[in-house]
């Protein structure tokens, strides 16, 4: 079965420092990868998605992600963190095939961000 | 503007009540969703519809029931029956078909909390 595992529950960086969270899938397929970000009480926002083409992707923010498929990885990047970009970041997956535009989730990173 | 809205907020249910949770779309999407979130849990689906008056279970479908009458609206009654219904609930949307992959667009949440 397909899943998505992200290394960390809780992550804290200190502003101006490098932010990395980490994501694997497990995929039979060549999958769609994306990465949401969720403030306090709202929904989530697209940060970025690869479905095909160049593997290193840009997204809103400053955030990047590659994907890696000798790694099953998709992990975030971000050179240096704001006061802002405190929230949960989600990671998540559509493994293509017959799933159309099911997503599975991973659990979550809670990344703080210390003046 | 395009957009999910999801109504109420807030929402209080009393033990033994029967609740229904309100999501409209505007993007012209085939595809809906609800997703159920705890913490720690990430994001976990309850139910989904991809075409008008027809709609499958997710993963944590005991407890819930949906309709989806018109491609627009997307409500999630919670029942009697959903022994622990207090969480935050997620309605998302997407373009569907087996040819696109796109991402899926949120709604702002609303908040279950049973007395």
């Known amino acids: 079965a397909q899943s998505v595992t992200q290394l960390g529950s809780h992550v804290s960086v200190s502003e101006g420092a490098l932010v990395l969270l980490r994501c694997n899938y497990s995929s039979s397929v060549p999958p769609y990868l994306f990465w949401y970000v969720q403030y306090p009480n709202q929904g989530l926002q697209l940060l970025l998605k690869?479905?095909?083409?160049?593997?290193l992707v840009k997204g809103i923010n400053g955030f990047e992600a590659e994907f890696k498929k000798s790694e099953t990885s998709f992990h975030l990047t971000k050179p240096s963190a704001h006061m802002s970009d405190a929230a949960e970041y989600f990671c998540?997956?559509?493994?293509?095939?017959?799933?159309?535009?099911?997503?599975?989730f991973g659990k979550g990173t809670k990344l703080s961000v210390k003046p | 503007d395009g957009g999910i809205t999801q109504s109420p907020k807030y929402l209080f249910r009393k033990e033994g009540q029967n609740v229904t949770l309100s999501c409209e779309q505007n993007?012209?999407?085939?595809?809906m969703y609800w997703y159920r979130q705890d913490p720690g849990q990430g994001l976990r689906l309850i139910y989904y519809s991809q075409i008008v008056n027809d709609f499958q279970k997710g993963d944590i479908a005991e407890g819930y029931s949906v309709s989806r009458e018109k491609k627009e609206s997307f409500p999630l009654t919670v029942t009697s029956a959903q022994k622990n219904p207090t969480a935050f609930y997620l309605c998302?949307?997407?373009?569907?078909?087996?040819?696109?992959?796109?991402?899926?667009?949120f709604g702002p949440g609303t908040r279950l909390t049973v007395l």
């Open positions: 998540a997956v559509n493994p293509g095939g017959g799933s159309q535009g099911n997503l599975i």
């Open positions: 993007l012209n999407h085939d595809a």
């Open positions: 690869y479905t095909t083409g160049a593997t």
């Open positions: 998302a949307s997407t373009t569907a078909g087996t040819r696109v992959i796109d991402e899926q667009f």
